[in-house]
């Protein structure tokens, strides 16, 4: 059996520990131990994507918002199920370094992601992100079991609380998106996400793109409303209409 690699390392602002780890040609993120996510095991991640863009592939200019960049799978899964040249995929990352260690250690894992000049990098935390933002995103992408959990945003088991969702709400869009991929107890989970002002659904979906696919991971689907997709004015039609 092939030895597992520490490629690089690096400790948050509040001390926890990040590394990545390559073994056998797969890459993944470990925290205190336990791995965070792997591209042996990113069908979530992958899933969390697609779900949240199929209600915005008619959008002429969706800006949606992630936080972390991870290992890149949500990201490519935006990238690649909503092609306008407008669309603004805002990654919101605490830790300096992920970035360059995509570049470094993780080129062909997503081949010019990082160059695509609809992706945002910002170096600050989702709450933060939130701060500034008010009817902002079409949508919002938390992969809470891949992730560090971020104070003012989730627990230490990974679990979101209520004071975020009432606050991801507010910098959502008419019809926006609220997808979180966490392990959160169905009942409890979706009342909190009811009493925010969401329209709530789940999905269920193999966390592995690998192998047998029994772990199941759940993703939330909480809507602000009910999305319309933009018309033009009259005035866009008669022109087209002369022409």
């Excluded at 042996?40 to 002429?60: D, E, I, K, M």
């Excluded at 605490?94 to 609809?118: F, K, S, T, V």
């Excluded at 992706?119 to 992730?147: H, N, P, T």
């Excluded at 659904?201 to 696919?213: C, I, M, N, R």
């Amino acid at each position: 059996m092939k030895p597992a690699l520490t490629l690089a390392e690096t400790t948050t602002s509040n001390g926890v520990p990040l590394s990545l780890v390559e073994h056998d040609g797969e890459y993944s993120l470990h925290s205190d131990g336990v791995q965070l996510e792997s591209s042996f095991a990113h069908n979530a991640a992958t899933q969390l994507g697609l779900l949240s863009a199929q209600p915005f592939r008619g959008a002429r200019q969706p800006r949606l918002l992630l936080s972390g960049l991870g290992l890149g799978y949500t990201l490519a899964a935006l990238r690649g199920a909503l092609l306008q040249k407008k669309a603004i995929f805002q990654v919101a990352e605490p830790i300096a370094c992920l970035p360059a260690w995509h570049r470094e250690h993780l080129p062909g894992l997503h081949q010019g992601q990082l160059d695509d000049p609809r992706v945002v990098i910002r170096r600050e935390g989702l709450a933060d992100a939130l701060q500034k933002a008010r009817e902002e995103f079409q949508a919002m992408l938390l992969d809470a079991d891949a992730c560090i959990p971020e104070a003012g945003v989730a627990t230490r088991e990974g679990i979101p609380h209520s004071s975020f969702l009432h606050r991801a709400h507010s910098s959502l869009k008419e019809g926006g998106l609220l997808a979180i991929c966490c392990q959160a107890g169905p009942g409890s989970f979706e009342r909190k996400l009811r009493q925010a002002g969401f329209d709530v659904s789940h999905e269920l979906v193999a966390a592995s793109h690998k192998g047998k696919q029994k772990q199941r991971s759940t993703i939330w689907l909480a809507r602000k409303g009910a999305y319309q997709e933009r018309r033009p004015s009259r005035r866009t039609e008669k022109k087209k209409f002369n022409s």
